[in-house]
């Protein structure tokens, strides 16, 4: 262990002893604020770290003591072996407050590594700047289960997100660069600029510029063979501004560039074009790095990004505008996996941070690859995916596994009794504001109501054919009459165990109930299944026909159309009555389906807070209508996402951020107030 536990706080026994019946949990000990906790560990070298997962020296690149990024090539020397357990970590739809989630995963972790001394991986995201300064605060785990250094963590890290924003960002001025031209130029000209004859008259094409030629069907590698239409075609994009969907990104929350015009110098007189910025970690380059499995294949990805249409209805990618060799360079170093700890020392990968709300919300397809050889046959991989289970988890499932061909062995669910509490009907939960006593005194009424939301999540991790075993985050408020119901909820709906984690409190040793009972949950037989021909709906999700208990499944088959995939997710996972497609919706349906995009999986980006599209829907809302109001494509992703009601994809400040309890001591360099 990288931390002496027994100096910051009293000693802690790895079983966690439930209250009497209608009684508060014991007081604990005073745990110290999170980056207390963090700051008094003494990181092991992450050269060690390395060394215990079985990472040789020449596969290591480092960034300091703490942290190191992990070559591609290790895959070369692992294919073939066999891989770990695979355990994804989701949980209930959320208060604002959070559950959990993260600190679960890195305690379970701690658990089976330091305690159950079992070889294990922890796999997570790399969290955005904007909500670390924001409300949110930092995402590296809390209390005494958390990734070190902790300041490294949430901040720059190794500076992947400043990549994705630079690449990001080198696309959007790519893009309005050439609209720029293209109106100030005839064919010739173009052709002429793009390839400039040299002093004996011939001319050349860059290697990309091929990309396009093969796009168009013009097999010719000498410019001045080019037939005056083919010259017209292959250097005049003209891209249909009305079609752009590649916005720029910036890693801050930052509400007033939710839309910007550009265009207002006075050398750019008269080609203003309204758009606007997103978050950095909404980027589809993000979404290609979390899902990408190679760097050949990254580059493929980045090549393929759809940025809109020309003025025939037909996709232009960043190939098209010769970018994505010049893309797939500026992120050549952040797709390797970051290598970082947990406070017990036990190895942990940090690559990757989409939002699972606007996103899919999960990390590296490439870091889960890796780690799942390290740990060979008889160990684990701990990953999570963001948010409830009908955000992350399903996307995990229907988006990640598709691409990584990897498939959990079980998912733990994450609950507290907090925010079943609000789904029974409980008070409003606001950040920063006290909560209600309705929240901090027993009230089995008002849980029993609210354990419809965690029934759903069961029964809807089930549809994939995957075991769950659920975790109670236990609070100092919660009862054991609480703890118990609960237990006896998830139990009923088909749950292999229900188990208080007290690891935020304990660290690992707080979390050795909830590992034994997820070894247990991964020794079950387990099967993969890729297509659903006796499914009597063609759709992959019928429970009835679709075979054996815990044999993985998809919940729409890759074949069906955009609409049937929407419905499908609509209707099985959260239960609404019908969708109503906006016009403009759709439009881009249509557009998407001739482009020939259609068999991509789809990508639901929705409130966090329900079930449904609504925030105000708690516990397990039926009935309701899903607008679909916009549907846009991330190709190079491999994806399509339908934006379901109003959903902003820049987060905004609110009057009292974060940052007012952030500082540094100047004597120290130490970093205060980070959350």
Not at 586 to 610: N, W
Request: hydrophobic fraction near 40%; charged fraction near 20%; charge should be neutral.
């Amino acid at each position: 262990m990288t931390i002496n536990l027994a100096e910051l706080s009293d000693p802690l026994t790895s079983t966690t002893q439930l209250p009497a019946a209608g009684a508060s949990a014991p007081a604990q000990p005073a745990v110290p604020s999170d980056i207390e906790i963090a700051q008094a560990a003494v990181p092991i070298p992450i050269a060690e770290i390395a060394s215990a997962a079985g990472i040789l020296s020449h596969e290591l690149e480092l960034y300091g003591n703490s942290k190191a990024k992990v070559k591609l090539s290790i895959l070369d020397r692992l294919r073939g072996k066999p891989a770990g357990k695979y355990v994804v970590v989701t949980a209930v739809t959320p208060t604002p407050l959070g559950e959990g989630k993260t600190t679960t995963t890195v305690g379970l972790s701690q658990a089976l590594g330091a305690h159950l001394h079992k070889k294990v991986f922890t796999c997570i995201r790399q969290p955005s700047m904007g909500p670390t300064f924001g409300i949110k605060g930092g995402a590296a785990g809390g209390g005494y289960s958390q990734i070190i250094p902790m300041e490294e963590f949430n901040l720059h890290l190794t500076g992947d997100i400043h990549a994705i924003t630079a690449a990001n960002n080198l696309l959007a001025a790519a893009i309005d660069t050439r609209m720029m031209h293209e109106s100030e130029a005839t064919d010739e000209q173009l052709f002429d600029r793009l390839c400039p004859p040299a002093k004996d008259g011939s001319r050349r094409f860059s290697p990309i510029m091929f990309r396009r030629l093969r796009k168009l069907g013009i097999n010719k590698k000498d410019p001045n063979q080019l037939t005056a239409e083919e010259r017209s075609r292959w250097a005049r994009l003209d891209i249909d501004p009305a079609t752009i969907t590649w916005r720029r990104v910036i890693d801050t929350n930052d509400r007033m560039l939710r839309g910007i015009t550009v265009g207002e110098g006075p050398e750019e007189k008269g080609h203003t074009r309204e758009t606007g910025f997103d978050i950095s970690v909404a980027s589809e380059i993000m979404a290609v790095l979390a899902l990408t499995t190679s760097l050949s294949d990254m580059r493929e990805r980045l090549g393929r990004m759809v940025i809109g249409s020309n003025r025939k209805g037909e996709p232009v990618t960043a190939d098209d505008l010769g970018v994505g060799g010049a893309l797939t360079v500026m992120m050549k170093d952040a797709i390797m996996p970051n290598l970082m700890q947990t406070l017990e020392g036990t190895p942990a990968f940090v690559h990757a941070g989409p939002f699972a709300n606007i996103a899919h919300g999960n990390s590296s397809v490439l870091a889960d690859m890796i780690a799942m050889g390290l740990v060979g046959k008889d160990g684990y991989v701990v990953t999570e995916g963001g948010f409830g289970a009908d955000m992350g988890f399903e996307k995990f499932c229907d988006i990640k596994c598709r691409e990584s061909l990897l498939f959990p062995n079980c998912a733990v669910l994450v609950t507290t009794i907090r925010a079943l509490k609000m789904h029974g009907g409980g008070p409003k939960v606001v950040a920063g504001q006290k909560l209600s006593p309705a929240y901090t005194e027993e009230n089995l009424e008002l849980l029993e109501k609210g354990c419809v939301n965690l029934t759903r999540h069961i029964e809807n991790i089930h549809k994939f054919g995957v075991p769950v075993v659920v975790a109670v985050n236990c609070f100092s408020t919660d009862t054991a009459a609480e703890v118990e119901l609960v237990r006896k909820a998830a139990l009923e709906a088909g749950a292999e165990d229900a188990v208080v984690a007290n690891n935020w409190a304990k660290g690992g040793a707080g979390a050795v109930a909830l590992g034994e009972a997820v070894v247990k949950a991964c020794e079950k037989p387990s099967e993969v299944r890729f297509l659903y021909p006796e499914c009597s709906e063609g759709c992959g999700r019928c429970t009835k026909a679709c075979a054996k208990p815990f044999e993985f499944r998809f919940l729409y088959p890759r074949e069906a159309s955009i609409k049937e995939k929407i419905e499908c997710i609509v209707r099985e996972i959260y239960r609404g009555a019908k969708v109503e497609y906006s016009a403009e919706a759709e439009k881009q349906i249509e557009l998407y389906t001739r482009q020939g995009f259609d068999k991509l999986p789809v990508c639901m980006a929705k409130t966090h807070l329900s079930f449904s599209h609504d925030a105000a829907l708690k516990g397990a809302p039926t009935g309701f209508v899903v607008p679909v109001r916009e549907v846009r494509a991330s190709v190079g992703a491999g994806f399509v996402y339908p934006l379901l009601g109003k959903m902003s994809t820049m987060p905004g400040l609110s009057s009292r951020p974060g940052y007012y309890e952030i500082d540094i001591n100047v004597e120290t360099g130490q970093v205060v107030g980070l959350s």
